[in-house]
């Protein structure tokens, strides 16, 4: 399955019909930019990128990790089901790779295919054979905010907000919403991963982070702009994984 780019002039009609506005607050997502010029990107994924690539599983509920990585590929990331990889020649695109074994590729391209064009998203110009090649979100999620004390506006919570809004009116579902999914680029909110968008179980985090947000770093935080401590914000997600175990098996 191929998922193609639009076009500036297909462009144009997708945000008529989206209500995408023409003139992007994003303007590294503009969802008017033309299509990135893919098959050289393609070429060096297949002969460079994927032969010398190692990912290794070791559990589901953890990260995967990269054993090896050609050059000069470079990882931004590693979820529990793909590492995110980059090009330096490719600075607007990254190639997200599914682990071996690890699902959701196929879910990932249709909640893309449902998004469209969004500011708030990023956009899949090509499925391949477990990779996908997504525009490149560039910010720094809300989790390095706290920790770098670098001041979260309340624009963002409401640009997430209508990005989820937006999503939900597409049929999707605002799943596993976190600090570390979000990020702030320009003053603006930006959501980085939305592949569980198509569960459908109930999911508090965001509605959670918002209240947090509000209640605790917006009086207490935000106005002597302190730094949060990794381990702290670490052991903070530690205990609300455990919150959230109680609150399913509870059925709350």
Same mark, same amino acid.
């Given at each position: 399955m191929r998922t193609p780019a639009p076009g500036s002039?297909?462009?144009?009609l997708l945000c008529a019909i989206?209500?995408?506005p023409t003139r992007c607050c994003h303007p590294a997502l503009c969802p008017m930019a033309p299509a990135p010029p893919l098959p050289e990107l393609l070429e060096c994924i297949h002969s460079q990128l994927l032969p010398g690539l190692r990912i290794h599983c070791p559990d589901p509920h953890d990260p995967v990790r990269v054993l090896s990585l050609p050059r000069p590929w470079r990882r931004l990331g590693c979820g529990n089901y793909a590492a995110v990889l980059h090009h330096?020649?490719?600075?607007e695109l990254v190639?997200?790779?599914?682990?071996?074994?690890?699902?959701?590729?196929?879910?990932?391209?249709e909640v893309y295919r449902r998004i469209g064009l969004h500011p708030a998203f990023s956009q899949c110009f090509h499925v391949g054979d477990g990779y996908l090649v997504l525009r490149r979100l560039h910010g720094t999620t809300l989790y390095d !905010? $706290?920790?770098?004390?670098?001041? +979260? &506006?309340?624009?963002? +919570?409401?640009?997430?907000?209508?990005? $989820?809004?937006?999503?939900?009116?597409?049929?999707?579902?605002?799943?596993?919403?976190?600090?570390?999914n979000v990020m702030l680029h320009r003053g603006r909110g930006?959501?980085?991963?939305?592949?569980?968008?198509?569960? &459908?179980?109930? !999911?508090?985090?965001?509605?959670?982070?918002?209240?947090?947000?509000?209640?605790?770093?917006?009086?207490?935080?935000?106005?002597?702009?302190?730094?949060?401590p990794g381990a702290v914000l670490?052991?903070?997600?530690?205990?609300?994984?455990q919150l959230r175990r109680l609150r399913k098996a509870r059925g709350a």
């Amino acid at each position: 399955m191929r998922t193609p780019a639009p076009g500036s002039g297909r462009g144009l009609l997708l945000c008529a019909i989206l209500g995408v506005p023409t003139r992007c607050c994003h303007p590294a997502l503009c969802p008017m930019a033309p299509a990135p010029p893919l098959p050289e990107l393609l070429e060096c994924i297949h002969s460079q990128l994927l032969p010398g690539l190692r990912i290794h599983c070791p559990d589901p509920h953890d990260p995967v990790r990269v054993l090896s990585l050609p050059r000069p590929w470079r990882r931004l990331g590693c979820g529990n089901y793909a590492a995110v990889l980059h090009h330096p020649h490719h600075p607007e695109l990254v190639v997200k790779v599914y682990g071996p074994g690890r699902p959701g590729l196929e879910q990932e391209a249709e909640v893309y295919r449902r998004i469209g064009l969004h500011p708030a998203f990023s956009q899949c110009f090509h499925v391949g054979d477990g990779y996908l090649v997504l525009r490149r979100l560039h910010g720094t999620t809300l989790y390095d !905010c $706290l920790r770098r004390g670098i001041p +979260i &506006p309340p624009r963002v +919570i409401a640009d997430v907000d209508g990005a $989820l809004a937006y999503a939900t009116g597409r049929g999707l579902h605002a799943h596993d919403v976190h600090g570390r999914n979000v990020m702030l680029h320009r003053g603006r909110g930006l959501i980085v991963d939305i592949s569980d968008f198509l569960n &459908p179980e109930p !999911c508090r985090a965001w509605r959670d982070l918002r209240w947090a947000y509000r209640t605790v770093y917006r009086p207490l935080i935000a106005p002597l702009r302190l730094r949060v401590p990794g381990a702290v914000l670490d052991g903070v997600r530690r205990g609300y994984r455990q919150l959230r175990r109680l609150r399913k098996a509870r059925g709350a």
